[in-house]
């Protein structure tokens, strides 16, 4: 299965990794210290960090740009959730043009093209003088971003302002040779995405989605093939589609928005820590119109039983089937946590999970008390539990 660009170290239930404990989010990383060195003397409240965790001591009071809902838990700063614009007249996050001073930290494993899309937003929220930093590795894209840092600040107004260890400090001034036009054109990117097997009742499912987001070109391999044998299962009783379906680390939704166009009878909610995702999700079920009978939960894993949202409780101890596409390297803590799904299934109940390797899977569901069936399909594995 492909890397999702979710963080590894998942809290368990109810409670929250410490600031900067996201995957991609390393106090200690030597680019962070870059970054904090560089804006260390910068009034927080005119300082907007771009994706870049919690830079190390920074006075709170900073305005900071997050993906994950989990990023909001014990943060000193203002977070602002980025669900990314569809067009260049849709709002920022914050007021335009204001900040003194503005840091990128590009997180390789989402894309070249958020990093991109990053370093516009951060450069549209300075003021004219106002100064953006980007500390990226030199061997890991340094030397393109720094091209786009040229191409919308100007040649004149960039430069490698510190190294440290592989690290590029590059530092640029907006004034005004900026180019609004390009950093419009890198925040407001947007894919479609469609597959044979996205299919619903009204036709062919297509997809909008955003750089940031697991898997934002094409429907991976993993979800294509849970799709095909959670389609070939449904197939066996036609006349009863399930009445409500849990996708569990939903992404985009292509599996949630499956199950609510396939059939009119089926309530859907979908799980997902990322912002951006749910933003798209439920973008998605309005284009598939489904919007009436899909939910959104923005939450890392299923919520705990005493902070179910008014979408999710109708879910609880009668959801017919889950679907779950997990986290690559998730740990088992991690995995534990979202494989047991007893307190929200239903009497006879069923999870559908796709792996790489089955053995850690299989392993943990045994523990839980599930009866396990399923195999090899495409390269990747999908395992049907259920519970007595």
Not at 134 to 153: D, I
Not at 227 to 236: F, G, I, K
Request: hydrophobic share 40%; aromatic share 4%; net charge positive.
């Amino acid at each position: 299965m492909a890397r999702r660009p979710r963080p590894r170290d998942a809290a368990p239930d109810d409670e929250s990794p410490a600031p900067g404990g996201l995957d991609g989010l390393n106090p200690d990383d030597p680019g962070v210290r870059l970054l904090a060195q560089a804006v260390a003397k910068v009034d927080p409240r005119a300082l907007l960090l771009a994706h870049c965790g919690d830079l190390p001591g920074l006075q709170a009071g900073a305005t900071r740009l997050i993906l994950d809902v989990r990023e909001r838990t014990g943060s000193p700063h203002e977070c602002l959730a980025d669900r990314g614009r569809s067009a260049a007249s849709d709002p920022l996050p914050f007021a335009a043009a204001r900040f003194d001073a503005a840091t990128v930290w590009p997180r390789a494993h989402l894309g070249k093209d958020f990093s991109e899309e990053c370093l516009a937003t951060a450069a549209l929220g300075l003021r004219e003088g106002g100064r953006l930093y980007c500390a990226v590795r030199k061997q890991k894209g340094g030397k393109s971003l720094g091209r786009t840092m040229r191409a919308l600040l100007g040649d004149a107004m960039v430069e490698v302002g510190a190294r440290d260890r592989g690290y590029h400090l590059w530092v640029g001034e907006r004034g005004s040779s900026f180019d609004a036009e390009l950093a419009a054109s890198l925040t407001t990117r947007r894919y479609e995405l469609s597959d044979p097997v996205l299919v619903g009742e009204s036709g062919a499912l297509s997809l909008v989605s955003r750089p940031g987001v697991f898997s934002r070109r094409e429907l991976d391999g993993g979800t294509r093939a849970l799709l095909t044998v959670t389609d070939a299962l449904l197939r066996r009783e036609p006349s009863k589609p399930p009445t409500r379906v849990i996708d569990l680390c939903a992404g985009i939704g292509p599996l949630g928005l499956w199950a609510a166009a396939r059939s009119s009878q089926t309530r859907v909610l979908a799980v997902e820590s990322n912002l951006r995702a749910c933003a798209l999700i439920r973008t998605n079920a309005e284009r598939a119109g489904v919007a009436g009978r899909l939910g959104v939960c923005e939450h890392d894993g299923m919520p705990g039983a005493a902070e179910p949202s008014a979408a999710a409780k109708p879910f609880v101890g009668r959801t017919e089937l889950a679907l779950l596409n997990p986290p690559t390297h998730a740990d088992a803590d991690t995995l534990v946590r979202l494989l047991d799904l007893r307190r929200w299934l239903a009497p006879g109940g069923r999870l559908l999970v796709v792996v790489n390797r089955p053995g850690r899977a299989v392993e943990l569901l045994t523990q839980l008390g599930a009866t396990i069936e399923g195999g090899e399909r495409d390269g990747y594995y999908v395992l049907s539990a259920t519970w007595d």
